[in-house]
């Protein structure tokens, strides 16, 4: 059984740019969070999606931020002209049913550096 | 070895000994906890989690006591091994999907 599997592990971004980070949940699971982790922190919620659906986004940065969850594929999250403060590790979590009351399997996650 | 509050972040143990691992939560509503460990590089590692309804929960080498009065979570790792060098979190879960994670405990193994 595969994980989560994030891609890619390292993404090096000049600012201005654009970063795409994928993540494929486990098999069989409809329900993706991503979460940021910035250096000795704890992570951070952002997005919520179920399949073509966002939940709730409300931990992520209403400007240049999107995320999606398409019927087929991975789920992507998008940042547009990237700034050196969003260099951070981005993790990708799924669920089976979404409940909550259910762990979350994490991904290794993507490190972002913007330069 | 036991790390006292969110404020000390760091925690050395001998091997061999057990390790106690400290964690306030902040919403009394919090109905669901789970313990990560994440090593360097990696993403988080589920190790345990426990229900609001109840206040202990053992697993193979570790055990989480929960005590609601006091919001107060802990992880206890028996028999402490270098591969139990990690930064541990606790998250509690605040509504129906969404997880909140403290800032992590560094600990740190000594041979």
């Known amino acids: 059984n595969a994980g989560v599997m994030q891609n890619p592990r390292h993404l090096v971004r000049r600012r201005g740019q654009e970063a795409r980070l994928r993540c494929s949940p486990m098999k069989g699971h409809s329900h993706v969070y991503w979460y940021r982790q910035l250096p000795e922190e704890g992570l951070k919620f952002m997005v919520y999606?179920?399949?073509?659906?966002?939940?709730?986004e409300s931990g992520m940065p209403k400007e240049r931020f999107s995320a999606e969850f398409p019927k087929e594929g991975p789920s992507i999250l998008r940042i547009q002209q990237v700034v050196r403060g969003d260099s951070a590790a981005y993790f990708c979590?799924?669920?089976?049913?979404?409940?909550?009351?259910?762990?979350?399997?994490f991904g290794s996650g993507t490190q972002l550096s913007v330069l | 070895g036991e790390s006292v509050g969110l404020h000390l972040p760091t925690l050395s143990v001998q091997e061999g000994d057990n390790s106690i691992i400290n964690c306030a939560y902040s919403?009394?509503?919090?109905?669901?906890f789970i313990w990560y460990k994440q090593e360097s590089g990696k993403g988080p590692q589920f190790i345990i989690d426990?229900?609001?309804?109840?206040d202990k929960r053992q697993g193979q080498r570790v055990t989480v006591l929960l005590n609601k009065t006091v919001k107060h979570l802990s992880l206890q790792i028996a028999a402490t091994q270098p591969g139990d060098s990690a930064v541990y979190f606790c998250?509690?879960?605040?509504?129906?999907?969404?997880?909140?994670f403290g800032a992590g405990t560094t600990v740190t193994v000594r041979a």
């Open positions: 998250a509690e879960r605040r509504n129906d999907y969404k997880l909140s």
């Open positions: 919403n009394s509503a919090s109905d669901y």
């Open positions: 979590a799924s669920s089976l049913y979404g409940t909550g009351d259910e762990k979350l399997f």
């Open positions: 426990i229900r609001s309804n109840m």
């Open positions: 999606l179920q399949k073509e659906n966002i939940i709730d």
